[in-house]
Nanobody, 120 residues
Framework: QVQLVESGGGSVQAGGSLRLSCAASSRYTMGWFRQAPGLPREFVAAISWSGTRTPYADSVKGRFTISRDNAKNTVYLQMNSLKPEDTAVYYC?????????????????WGQGTQVTVSS
């Protein structure tokens, strides 16, 4: 059983930065998704176990960076140049396959979510 625990959410003004962390209990492909009120959960970024594959959603490319520290079993999402449209609950996810997917239903394990609010 994989347990995921997110931390690092909060409120920030537009242009600011936040770093999310996700502690994982096992070795999996990891990802971040987000969900705004009334909208479906959307893919943000993913990272392979080796860290060599890091796909991003077009909306966050150049602003967000996903990374992992396997010695600490922790995945990070550094979010810079935040925009009000980045406001959402951010979820950490894990997947047993070496291939990441943007489809939320294909990820087997989820954290409880952490709120990120960006004000204009």
């Amino acid at each position: 059983q994989v347990q995921l625990v997110e931390s690092g959410g909060g409120s920030v003004q537009a242009g600011g930065s936040l770093r999310l962390s996700c502690a994982a209990s096992s070795r999996y492909t990891m990802g971040w998704f987000r969900q705004a009120p009334g909208l479906p959960r959307e893919f943000v970024a993913a990272i392979s176990w080796s860290g060599t594959r890091t796909p991003y959603a077009d909306s966050v490319k150049g602003r967000f960076t996903i990374s992992r520290d396997n010695a600490k079993n922790t995945v990070y999402l550094q979010m810079n140049s935040l925009k009000p449209e980045d406001t959402a609950v951010y979820y950490c996810a894990a997947r047993g396959s070496v291939v990441a997917t943007t489809t939320a239903a294909s990820w087997g394990y989820w954290g409880q979510g952490t709120q990120v609010t960006v004000s204009s």
